[in-house]
T-cell receptor
């Protein structure tokens, strides 16, 4: 299994500001994944974060809006920039180990 | 895009077996069938996976048809705590990402 610590667990932010979400894994992993879950919806993959290289973004997501850092093999951050109410969602990080995916408990973001 | 089709929602009486279907008619030979569930406000949780043989663990059983175009997740004795959204996913074992479909919202009724 994998233990993933994600923080903050929730936040309320003003529109136009940014929120940085941290994800810490209990052991080294090659790739970390960031998802968004809008209210009542399924999970949507934002990007894949590789250590030592730029993140790979899925269609519809851009680096300017969702910059990602991956300074080492156990840690990553996702920043949601220039917040608008449409960014109100749960954001989750995930890792793969042995073919199985493990998820953090998510960050619930509310933009007011 | 997700490669699976699932019913939007299902009900099941507590104590009965919950049978959740999934269609994956375009599955490739190297792709596994994975099931995850997401209980409200939590991150998704792995349940089970299989390639072509039926699988069973302490949580559930997975029945895959012989042509591998569909499968059924079985929760043998559903409890209220099994109320969740269940996601069926097909992917190679070592693929580097998971794409979620819409899943099935399972309601366990007391």
């Amino acid at each position: 299994s994998a233990v993933i610590s994600q923080k903050p667990s929730r936040d309320i932010c003003q529109r136009g500001t940014s929120l940085t979400i941290q994800c810490q894994v209990d052991s080294q992993v090659t790739m970390m994944f960031w998802y968004r879950q809008q209210p009542g919806q399924s999970l949507t993959l934002i990007a894949t974060a590789n250590q030592g290289s730029e993140a790979t973004y899925e269609s519809g997501f851009v680096i300017d809006k969702f910059p990602i850092s991956r300074p080492n093999l156990t840690f990553s951050t996702l920043t949601v920039s220039n917040l608008s109410p449409e960014d109100s969602s749960i954001y989750l990080c995930s890792v793969l180990r042995g073919g199985e995916a493990f998820f953090g408990q998510g960050t619930r973001l509310t933009v007011v | 895009d997700a490669k699976t089709t699932q019913p939007t929602s299902m009900d099941c009486a507590e104590g009965r077996a919950a049978n959740l279907p999934c269609n994956h008619s375009t599955i490739s030979g190297n792709e596994y069938v994975y099931w995850y569930r997401q209980i409200h406000s939590q991150g998704p949780q792995y349940i089970i996976h299989g390639l072509k043989n039926n699988e069973t663990n302490e949580m559930a059983s997975l029945i895959i048809t012989e042509d591998r175009k569909s499968s059924t997740l079985i929760l043998p004795h559903a409890t209220l705590r099994d109320t969740a959204v269940y996601y069926c996913i097909v992917r190679p074992y070592s693929d580097d990402k998971i794409i979620f479909g819409k899943g099935t919202r399972l309601h366990i009724l007391p």
